[in-house]
């Protein structure tokens, strides 16, 4: 992802044609690490985002919208305290480092024009924004506090001077001789290969580096000292599209999946498929869009992860003593007839020996067998040890098929809430789903009244197919209870993996329902199962009626028969939502 200095120059050069003179209209922070500015354009309304996060920093316009938390974080009130209807004066990129200053003017409480900074950094796990007071050079606050014990060098709270990261030694790209080229090269052995210029120059990527290199060597230069003019004439060529604005937005892709994106010609990803943008923000905002949701999905999930992972692996070792002690209790009734047969020859048998010789008459013919018996017993006692065994092994086998049953259960339960987890596509989900494991007791209920949660069921999702006919998704086991057992017609026709973790569909029968109807939902279903990454994945069908919850059944978990088995692959389908 070369999201480095000379993109960012690309990104910076579009802020200050579309957002530079507007004033700040709202301020919101949707994430703990990320803020959106809502600007009053001159033409039209844009909104600002800024991502501070460790995973996928970034600065662009944007046109999504996201949810707000209840309360706003103490960073946002600040934000609004100094930047609310502030007017943007000044943007600017420290050479070609990732940092970005937005100067705001705005009124302060004294009634005088004051300048604020918001000092944006986009540095991986170092990334933050900070809003500095620049009269005195004071911060009033930043996103991610950085305290003493965390960084001696840079500290960034409220009350501090700001201090800026440090400078880099490179070259800057945009303001170098070729004397200054030559002395770096030789004063740090910089080694000719594909990250030459990223190693020579900041705010130059290794995939940027790789593209430049890659022009160098369509011409046939080799590093040799009387051709370093030309790779300096051939690197200046390169730069200049960045001082005359002459960008090409695009993306990347090898077999459906973005590798890379740049703000110029790709050349050397000449065999893979590319996909043009009008601006630095549109581009940016598909391609971190999904990532950004995934990753911050996943890291807001990963307790609930752990504790379903947990549960999961105590069913797993579970089971295997289960199906151990039956195979233990297979030969249970070897030990009856061994009680059998030296009950019927107790006359037969002395205290000391160590084994009989018995006819077995439970086999045809003369079989005999050797029972062994304990010395220091007396027959009687032998024989009553062999009953008990025989009945402890008969209790032990119908408590465990009991238990390996309902540990089997169980499993299936967790994969399901498992499969919803990761098919969750927003925090409202996520939160159900918490929910659900604190009503079923896998999440202790921290409340001091100790009351079971009542759960207030989102609506699952509903498309439209291309037959204009219904189709219900459950997201969470309480909506796949809740399509199937409530909201469904018993004639409707229900969908679900076979054997296999996943959402219950029902499509609403209003007459015949077509073929492509049905492949459309079953198609649904296997996206929004575990098996979402496979082909050929097998959907059970069946009407409503045919559906069936056993009593005790946790939420989700429900039986059926005379149903018919259809095979898709699971695909994400572009019908109408509602």
Not at 363 to 387: A, H, M, T, W
Not at 400 to 406: F, G, P, R
Request: proline letters at 4%; one cysteine or more; aromatic letters at 12%.
């Amino acid at each position: 992802m070369p999201l480095d200095g000379l993109y960012l120059y690309s990104t910076v050069t579009e802020l200050k044609n579309k957002i530079l003179n507007c004033k700040v209209d709202k301020i919101n922070q949707p994430e703990k690490d990320e803020i959106i500015l809502s600007i009053r354009g001159f033409k039209e309304n844009l909104k600002l985002l800024i991502s501070a996060s460790s995973v996928y920093p970034k600065i662009h316009l944007t046109s999504c919208s996201k949810p707000n938390p209840t309360v706003a974080p103490l960073f946002c009130m600040i934000l609004r305290k100094y930047l609310t209807s502030a007017k943007i004066i000044e943007i600017n990129q420290i050479d070609t480092d990732r940092v970005v200053i937005i100067n705001f003017e705005n009124t302060d409480e004294f009634g005088f024009n004051s300048i604020y900074s918001l000092i944006v950094e986009i540095m991986g796990r170092h990334s933050n924004i900070t809003l500095v007071r620049q009269r005195d050079n004071i911060i009033v606050d930043s996103i991610k506090h950085v305290t003493p014990e965390i960084n001696t060098y840079r500290c960034l709270y409220p009350g501090i001077e700001f201090v800026f990261p440090p400078k880099s030694n490179k070259l800057n790209p945009f303001s170098f001789s070729f004397e200054d080229m030559k002395s770096y090269i030789l004063d740090n052995n910089i080694e000719y290969n594909n990250k030459f210029f990223a190693n020579l120059f900041t705010g130059i990527s290794n995939p940027s580096s790789k593209e430049i290199f890659y022009r160098i060597q369509q011409k046939n230069i080799k590093f040799e000292a009387p051709l370093l003019h030309e790779i300096y004439n051939i690197f200046q060529n390169t730069i200049s599209l960045f001082k005359n604005n002459d960008y090409s937005f695009a993306s990347y892709s090898n077999n459906g999946t973005v590798k890379d994106f740049y703000c110029i010609e790709f050349t050397y990803l000449c065999e893979y498929e590319a996909k043009q943008f009008d601006t630095s923000s549109i581009l940016l905002q598909e391609f971190y869009l999904e990532k950004d949701k995934a990753d911050r999905l996943n890291s807001r999930s990963i307790n609930l992860q752990k504790i379903i992972s947990n549960n999961l692996d105590r069913c797993t070792k579970k089971i295997k003593i289960l199906e151990e002690t039956l195979d233990e209790c297979r030969d249970k009734d070897s030990y009856k007839i061994y009680g059998e047969l030296l009950t019927a020859n107790i006359y037969n048998i002395k205290k000391g020996d160590k084994s009989v010789h018995l006819l077995n008459y439970y086999l045809e013919g003369e079989n005999y067998i050797d029972i062994n018996v304990d010395e220091f017993k007396s027959p009687s006692e032998n024989i009553q040890r062999y009953f008990k065994k025989y009945n402890k092994l008969k209790k032990s086998e119908e408590m465990a098929s009991v238990q390996l049953k309902n540990a089997q259960e169980e499993y299936d339960y967790l994969q399901s809430v498992f499969t919803n987890l990761k098919n969750a596509d927003n925090y409202n989900d996520i939160e159900e789903i918490k929910r659900e494991l604190t009503e079923t007791g896998y999440i202790r209920n921290k409340t001091k009244d100790k009351k079971k949660i009542k759960l207030k069921i989102s609506k699952p999702l509903h498309f439209i197919s291309s037959d204009g006919i219904d189709l219900y998704v459950g997201k969470n086991n309480y909506q796949n209870d809740y399509l199937t057992l409530k909201f469904a017609d018993k004639h409707d026709l229900w969908l679900h993996t076979k054997n296999i973790p996943g959402s219950h569909v029902i499509i609403k029968k209003y007459g015949e329902i077509p073929e492509r109807t049905l492949e459309e939902a079953a198609k649904l279903a296997a996206y929004y199962s575990k098996s979402k990454d496979s082909s050929k994945v097998p959907v059970d069908y069946t009407e409503v009626k045919n559906i069936k919850k056993p009593s005790g059944a946790k939420p989700g978990m429900v039986i059926y028969y005379t149903n018919k088995t259809v095979y898709v692959s699971p695909e994400k389908l572009d019908l109408k939502s509602i």
